[in-house]
């Protein structure tokens, strides 16, 4: 089935531990974006790819980094996670190179850190 | 202030009744708006979309746009159970998509 793929599904992690959330499409989209939700606040855009190979910073990018080295991958990397990262997130893709709100959803990692 | 705000809810309504969702942002040279629908526990799904003044139907779904008044709207007529979520408003400018922290409709049967 095509769709975005994220793992893991939910994740408990100490405080100071590096965690990478992983995000794969199928769907050959060239944009791809990492969302934090949060009770009260939303989806809040943490960052974007509009193509393989460039990044850009959303709202909330700090403490967080990503890369994309090729169209159907977008890792999410923590390098040293804090409790006020405790979150749902969300990968998401679009088709063209980021110029269109049409987004596609994962089903979402739930992280937890102590 | 938040660049999409979103009418507070919750929002009840009984079975068969229209629900009605309001939406402002703030950013005047945004071009396109989008309501996505996210059901408890699950990923935000795109329901509308809408690019010009005015309204546009699909379905039970009416979103209207008044980029004069920088305000988006979506009404769900003949409202059904399966439409208790939560609805999230979201303007695409400058390549990213920003969102509402969304409205949460109930509908009683």
């Known amino acids: 089935i095509a769709g975005i793929t994220q793992a893991p599904t939910s994740q408990i992690l100490a405080a100071g531990r590096r965690m990478t959330l992983r995000c794969t499409q199928d769907m050959r989209h060239n944009a791809m974006y990492w969302y934090r939700q949060d009770l009260g606040l939303g989806l809040r855009l943490i960052h974007y790819s509009n193509t393989a190979g460039t990044t850009g910073k959303g709202e909330v990018p700090d403490g967080y980094s990503v890369s994309r080295a090729n169209t159907d991958d977008f890792p999410l990397t923590l390098a040293s996670a804090v409790p006020s990262q405790t979150s749902v997130y969300f990968c998401?893709?679009?088709?063209?190179?980021?110029?269109?709100?049409?987004?596609?959803f994962g089903e979402g990692s739930r992280l937890t850190v102590l | 202030q938040k660049e999409v705000e979103q009418n507070s809810g919750p929002l009840s309504v009984p079975e068969g009744a229209i629900a009605s969702l309001n939406c402002t942002y703030s950013d005047r040279v945004s071009q396109s708006f989008f309501w996505y629908r996210q059901y408890s526990g699950k990923s935000p799904e795109l329901i509308m979309s809408?690019?010009?003044?005015g309204d546009k139907e699909d379905g039970r779904f009416t979103a209207q746009l008044n980029k004069a008044s920088q305000y988006v709207s979506l009404l769900i007529r003949d409202s059904q159970p399966s439409d208790s979520a939560t609805y999230l408003c979201a303007v695409f400018n400058d390549y990213k998509l920003s969102f509402g922290a969304g409205t949460t409709v109930t509908v009683r049967a």
């Open positions: 998401a893709s679009s088709p063209g190179t980021g110029d269109t709100g049409e987004l596609f």
């Open positions: 809408i690019y010009s003044n």
